[in-house]
């Protein structure tokens, strides 16, 4: 989740470059379009991380209720 936020805001502040230069040479000014609310950022974070937990909680359970010998056994 972190490295989505940072890839994103990154590629916000890059096109906001390239946007910006085209505007500047026809004289509108700087454009801005990478924004990142503090409250927006935490609930990405606990929303990944959340999708993190609960996706490796199902097999880690599922993995429990099997003996060893069975799981070395599968083909």
Known sequence: ????IVIGFAGGLFLSIILS???LIK???FVDIS???FPFL???VLLSLFV?????MYP???ATQISALDALRYE
């Open 42 to 44: 935490l609930v990405i």
């Open 27 to 29: 004289g509108v000014g």
């Open 21 to 23: 230069v085209f505007s």
């Open 1 to 4: 989740g972190i490295l989505g």
């Open 52 to 56: 993190g937990i609960t996706t490796g």
């Open 60 to 62: 880690a359970r599922r």
């Open 35 to 37: 924004y990142l609310p």
